[in-house]
């Protein structure tokens, strides 16, 4: 079955405890990014990547690292963690560029305390 | 970053009457995507639009996208429970980032 893979699911942690939120595809897609999403702001894109070794920042990208070191993962690290950082977090992959519908994953529902 | 407002950001309606939201930009939209999240769930591809002018229809959802493309609404005829979610419009510009509107919640009452 073609999906988007995050784990884990929920996770609660504790400020400055590094952490990686993983994200996998089996759809072959090049495009990969995350979103974090916090009530009355939407989705917001965090980074994005186009291949391989390829990544930018998207619209938020502050205390977030990204890493594609191959083609199906896109991990998440939040090196140092801080509570403004608790939010829904979504890895969503396409084919290709800005024409492709975007698969998500299930979230990660994240809390900082 | 670029900015899509979409409005509104609640709505409540009774099974059976219409529903729309609207999503705005104040520059023009390269295309423009829309997807529903069910609540609980992740969002799911609904469809694109790209031409200026262009609608696009699914059953009871009618897509439109402005004749500038600065703006473009999604309206569902005769609501059903299976409706309720959050819709949320999507532009995605030539740099490959996409702009998500703030999302209209959706709740149908039986």
């Known amino acids: 079955e073609a999906q988007v893979t995050q784990n884990p699911r929920y996770l609660i942690t504790v400020t400055g405890k590094k952490l990686t939120v993983t994200c996998s595809q089996n759809?072959?897609?090049?495009?990969m990014s995350w979103y974090r999403q916090d009530p009355g702001l939407g989705l917001r894109q965090i980074y994005y990547?186009?291949?391989?070794?390829?990544?930018d920042k998207g619209d938020v990208p502050e205390g977030y690292k990204v890493s594609r070191k191959e083609k199906r993962n896109f991990p998440l690290i939040l090196e140092s963690p801080s509570p403004n950082q608790t939010s829904l977090y979504f890895c969503?992959?396409?084919?290709?560029?800005?024409?492709?519908?975007?698969?998500f994953g299930n979230g990660t529902r994240l809390t900082v305390t | 970053g670029q900015q899509v407002m979409q409005i509104p950001q609640y709505q409540h309606v009774q099974e059976g009457e219409d529903f729309t939201t609207y999503c705005n930009s104040s520059t023009t939209l390269s295309n423009i995507q829309w997807y529903k999240q069910r609540p609980g769930g992740h969002p799911v591809f609904l469809i694109q639009l790209v031409k200026s002018g262009e609608v696009k229809k699914q059953k009871r959802l009618t897509f439109q996208f402005g004749e500038a493309k600065k703006n473009s609404s999604l309206h569902i005829t005769a609501t059903q429970t299976t409706d309720v979610g959050t819709y949320f419009c999507?532009?995605?510009?030539?740099?490959?980032?996409?702009?998500f509107g703030t999302g209209t919640s959706l709740t149908v009452i039986p």
């Open positions: 759809m072959n897609h090049e495009y």
């Open positions: 969503a992959s396409s084919f290709g560029r800005t024409n492709s519908p975007l698969h």
């Open positions: 990547s186009m291949n391989v070794e390829v990544t």
């Open positions: 999507a532009d995605s510009n030539t740099g490959n980032q996409f702009y």
